[in-house]
């Protein structure tokens, strides 16, 4: 079983239903003695965590809102994930750059060639050996036809700015989350979201396992 850190990210549409699966993740790698780091983005630290609130309600243009979201990041590494990660515990991010490509980019139509910039400026670690970028070690991408994500988000709540768009929107963001799997084959596993809570959680479990990072 793996010791070192090891980074997972999670991510979806909005209604694919992640946090339950993230939850019971952080149990599985506790209940084997690991230091579980359980965090999310936009989010993780105080600044982020402010840069969120701004980022899912006020109105604002593409490459503001690209900005933002990650200038969060590049507080939330160098805080949270970066110090988690050297600490060899698990960290377990609801969200990382994927939804960036898939919401800014594949929903809002923002260039990509921008984010891959921005990607590569935030997330390069500089350390002893050559710089590296920092990356999930994997991703968990719960695919769920926008349709059922909408009725399963139906009057649950009130609606941020994304989760008040269109289906269409969805669509193409669920698009732009297929093209980085396709981009990113090794890294990013796809699971089935429209199966029962049951199904999808042993699909977790399994991907992980199949990394032997949980017994
Ligand atoms: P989400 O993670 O779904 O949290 P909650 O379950 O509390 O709603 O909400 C974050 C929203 O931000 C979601 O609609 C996706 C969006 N988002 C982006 O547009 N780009 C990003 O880079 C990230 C991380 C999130």
Redesign the pocket.
């Known amino acids: 079983m793996a010791t070192s850190g090891l980074f997972i990210s999670f991510e979806g549409i909005?209604g694919a239903g992640?946090?339950t699966h993230i939850d019971a993740l952080a149990a599985a790698f506790r209940a084997q003695g690991r230091a579980v780091c359980l965090t999310?983005?936009?989010g993780g630290t105080p600044l982020a965590e402010k840069l969120?609130t701004i980022?899912?309600h006020d109105p604002m243009d593409g490459l503001t809102?690209a900005l933002l979201?990650f200038a969060a990041?590049r507080d939330h590494l160098q805080q949270v994930i970066e110090p988690a990660l050297a600490r060899g515990e698990v960290v377990l991010c609801?969200?990382?750059?994927d939804?960036?490509f898939?919401?800014?980019g594949g929903?809002r139509g923002f260039d990509l060639q921008v984010l891959s910039y921005l990607e590569h400026e935030v997330q390069t670690v500089k350390g002893q050996g050559a710089p590296l970028l920092r990356e999930p070690g994997l991703t968990i991408w719960f695919d769920l036809p926008p349709e059922i994500a909408a009725q399963r988000l139906a009057g649950s709540r009130v609606p941020?700015?994304?989760?008040a768009q269109p289906a269409e929107f969805f669509r193409r963001v669920a698009a732009g989350y297929a093209q980085r799997m396709q981009q990113n084959p090794q890294r990013i596993a796809r699971i089935d979201a429209d199966q029962t809570v049951e199904q999808v959680r042993q699909d977790v479990f399994a991907t992980v396992r199949s990394r032997e990072w949980l017994a």
């Open positions: 909005d992640k946090s999310r983005e936009p969120r980022f899912l809102e979201v990041r609801d969200r990382f750059t939804a960036t898939a919401y800014q929903g941020d700015k994304f989760e």
